[in-house]
């Protein structure tokens, strides 16, 4: 069984910043990948960044230059640093966890980010 849970989401106006963590728990061993995925009503879930417990990382187009990824492995936790943020920023963010050696995807509930213009 493995859980992450998400925090740091909020209201915050435009061209601030924010920062989201997520804490996986449970069974998880091998090698993973850990990222951040986002949705708003209507639209289909959409990659923001990835990174592997090796720091290599990927970014969607909209969130290169101004967000930033990363993790500490001995907490089995992900951040998210999300500066000079838009309204089209606003979203459901979820966290996820990719267990290799499973083939299994894990989700946490998601945190609410609303930026205001």
């Known amino acids: 069984q493995v859980q992450l849970v998400e925090s740091g989401g909020g209201l915050v106006q435009s061209g601030r910043s924010l920062s989201l963590s997520c804490a996986a728990s449970?069974?998880?061993?091998?090698?993973?990948?850990m990222g951040w995925y986002r949705q708003t009503p209507g639209k289909q879930r959409e990659l923001v960044a990835t990174?592997?417990?090796?720091?290599?990382?990927v970014y969607a187009d909209s969130a290169k230059g101004r967000f930033t990824i990363s993790r500490d492995n001995a907490k089995n936790t992900v951040y998210l640093q999300m500066n000079s943020l838009k309204p089209e920023d606003t979203a459901v963010y979820y966290c996820?966890?990719?267990?290799?050696?499973?083939?299994?995807?894990?989700w946490g509930k998601g945190t609410v980010v609303t930026v205001s213009s």
């Open positions: 996820f966890l990719h267990l290799f050696l499973r083939g299994i995807d894990y």
């Open positions: 449970g069974s998880i061993f091998g090698p993973d990948v």
């Open positions: 990174i592997t417990g090796s720091g290599k990382n």
